[in-house]
Every structure is written in C-alpha cells, then in structure tokens.
C-alpha cells in the first residue's frame, strides 16, 4: 500500500524537505520536517495495486486520518467518521443477504450483489439515496433495473421461513449495534473522563452482545458459503469497532492484541468459506470479494496496527509534539474528504483477474489458487508435489527452484495436470 499526501507534501517530500514517518521499515501515513521533527500532515489517500484505497468492510481514512491516539477532539472526530462508514458498510452488507437467502441461491441473485453491486449499493446508502431501515434496505427499489428473476427471487427468500428466523436475528443485531453506535456518540461530548470511560465500557458490551449474533455458529452453519462471508463480514465491521473503544481510551496493548487477532480470524475464516464453496456460480460471487478483502481490508488494519505499535514506541516528548500538532489548520494539507469522496464505480481489479483466470483454468484449480493467498503452505505442498511428478516423467525444469517464481495460476493448472494424469495411469493398472 502506497500512501499519497497532498501536492505541497509531496513535493516537500521529493525535495528532501519533509521525511515521510517509518517504522520498522514500514511507512507510516504522516509525514514530517526534515529539520525540526514536527509533524506536518497526515496522508490523504492511498493505492493498492495502483488502485485507490477502497476496502469492502473496513473505513479507508483509518489510516489516511492515522487514528489520532491522543485524547484531543480532533482524534475523536476522525474515529467517528471512520466509524460512520463501517456503519455503512455493515447495513448494506447484511441487507444484501435477503437476496443470498440461507441454502442453496441462484446465480442470477449472486451476480446481482457481487462486489461490484455491492460497492456501488454502499455508495447509494453513502449519498442517501437509499435508507437502511432495522439492517436493510428495499432491494426491490435498489436493484429495480435488474431483470424480473431478480424480484421474483427477493420475494421467495421473504417467504423462506429458515431466513425469517436469521434475519430476525439479524435485525435484533443491527438494533443492539445501531443503539451502541449512538450512545458512543453521545458518550464522545462527555468532558468527565471517568465518566466517559465508563460509558465506553458499557458501549462495548453493547457491541460484544451484537458480535455474539452475527458469530452465533448454529446460524453460519445453516448457510451457504455467500451467506456465510456476509455475516462474518458484518461481524469484522463490529470487531473493528470494538477495537476503536479501546483506542479512544488510549488502551494502545488491547488496540495492537485485537487488531492482530482480527488480521488472523479473517484469515480463518476465509479458508472456511472457500473450502465451502462447491459450486461455479459461488466462486464467481468469493473470489473477487475474497481477494477485495485480502488486497485492501488486511491491508487497512495492518497500516492501523503498525500506526498503533508506533505510537507506543515514541518517547514521551514525540507523543507531546505529536498531540500539540493540529493537523487540521495546516495550510499544507489538503481536505482528505474530496479524495475520498472520489470512488471508482467501474468493474473492480479483482472482477477483471478473475475473468482473465476463468478462461485458462476451471472449478477446482481457481479455488485453489483462492486458497493460497491465505494458506501459502498449501501452495508449498503443491510444488512438492509437481516436483516430484516432473522428475518421474522427465520435465527438468519444473523443478523447487523454478516452481517457487510461477503464478498461483501455474501451481494449480500443473498440479491438476499430474492429478489427472496419476489417476488414468492407476485405472489402466487397475484394468
């Protein structure tokens, strides 16, 4: 992830005039003098494979604002317009499981509220254009110039009554989170920190409570692979909140803990819907979304945890001069918020990788390559195991050294080749 500031930040950067922040190597998303050490500007946006910073849960500007970690009402206002956005994300990603239904779904609805649909459904409820109303939306309305097949789908999963029973559950959820997300709200004016901090409390037991429904297991078990990633999506939208109470208590330890556990769980739970996925139709509403998330939502929260982790290695004076630099009156900075009111509505990176890999691979090879982004260990085995079968036949250049540079695409096509090769030659033995 590349980090962009503002034109006169930049071009002090390039002259030598100012120093972008790094820690352990990794850059931070602050820049500052180069003579004097002061903290000059915050980051105004950021790219990802030469594309904008546009994660599908997480808030960008968590860590385009740095998550301020000083208790100033500057911090506080750029938590809880980070927080407005997950908000967001969350009732439009929930409101589109009443299309996903709970068992096996149609691929006309996936394609209906794929990762495309589903950035430009957000984008709607971001401008008002469409109210989130007890964790949904009228789809109906939202997708009305989709075909007739698509309303008529809306209507049968209304009517199922396994769904009824999760999205009750769902809508008692959203309520409880919706209700602690105000009273955070509120409990950010208090000036008494005692008293804050115990309302900050009670707000995060509020949200542990709606975690609990969102990750109730008996309900992620009855749904399909789709269904399954909304819902632990929308449980990552309430994890990051939660990270965010400890953060305006300047609870830094708990912040950095929870952060890395989140960065884990996702990956856990990627490789459980994925080794889910059983059909074409499924893997072509994941693997965009999957990748998405790879590419840019674990891309936002390790940027947050190395900002975290940074701070609590400064001394004492730093976080004095960090806390008395007011970011927002510096005539270097740019409003962060033109940049990311620019969002890019065309067909997103990972939906054109995916077609380009659908035409020179099938079903199980795409899973697999969907796999090794978070069990490299897998792709390992695999080239084992092509070494070993080109060696049998005489293939001197697949070889460990050669097989470690190819693209996931390769490993999997190559490993399905001997796959299918290994078991002709077993039914010619056998016959």
């Not at 950095?256 to 459980?272: G, P, T, V």
Request: proline share 2%; with cysteine; net charge negative.
């Amino acid at each position: 992830m590349l980090f962009q500031f503002a034109p006169a930040i930049q071009a002090g950067i390039d002259a030598g005039k100012y120093l972008q922040v790094f820690s352990n190597g990794v850059p931070i998303s602050m820049a500052r003098d180069a003579v004097n050490g002061q903290f000059i500007a915050h980051a105004i946006g950021a790219t990802v494979n030469n594309s904008p910073l546009s994660p599908l849960v997480a808030a960008s500007n968590l860590v385009t604002s740095g998550m301020q970690m000083y208790q100033t009402q500057q911090g506080f206002t750029a938590v809880m317009n980070s927080l407005q956005t997950i908000q967001t994300s969350l009732g439009v990603l929930q409101a589109t499981t009443a299309l996903i239904g709970v068992g096996t779904v149609a691929g006309v609805a996936l394609t209906a509220v794929n990762l495309h649909q589903t950035m430009k459904l957000r984008k709607e409820v971001e401008q008002m254009r469409l109210e989130v109303k007890n964790g949904f939306i009228d789809l109906k309305q939202a997708l009305k110039d989709q075909r007739v097949e698509i309303r008529h789908i809306i209507e049968q999963v209304a009517q199922d009554i396994k769904f009824e029973q999760h999205r009750t559950a769902l809508v008692r959820a959203y309520g409880v989170f919706i209700q602690a997300m105000n009273r955070f709200r509120s409990t950010m004016q208090l000036q008494d920190f005692s008293r804050r901090n115990a309302e900050i409390d009670g707000v995060r037991g509020m949200l542990f409570a709606a975690l609990a429904d969102y990750s109730n297991p008996h309900l992620l078990e009855e749904t399909c692979a789709s269904g399954q990633l909304r819902r632990l999506e929308c449980a990552w939208a309430i994890e990051q909140v939660i990270i965010a109470t400890y953060q305006v208590q300047n609870e830094v330890s708990a912040v950095s803990d929870r952060l890395s556990h989140l960065q884990d769980k996702i990956c856990e739970d990627a490789l459980i819907v994925i080794n889910r996925c059983e059909s074409n139709d499924e893997l072509d509403f994941l693997f965009p979304e999957i990748s998405r998330i790879h590419n840019h939502d674990l891309a936002v929260l390790n940027s947050w945890q190395n900002h975290v982790d940074w701070m609590r290695s400064l001394p004492s004076s730093e976080l004095k001069l960090l806390s008395s630099t007011d970011f927002n009156s510096s005539q270097l900075t740019n409003n962060s918020d033109t940049y990311h009111s620019v969002i890019n509505l065309a067909s997103p990176p990972e939906q054109l990788v995916y077609e380009s890999l659908t035409e020179k691979s099938h079903f199980y090879s795409l899973r697999d390559q969907l796999l090794f982004i978070f069990e490299p260990e897998l792709r390992r085995k695999y080239e084992f195991y092509i070494s070993q079968q080109a060696r049998i036949v005489g293939y001197k250049t697949l070889v460990a050294s050669n097989l470690q540079h190819a693209s996931d695409l390769t490993i999997a096509n190559f490993y399905y080749y001997f796959q299918i090769r290994d078991e002709s030659q077993d039914e010619v033995e056998l016959v």
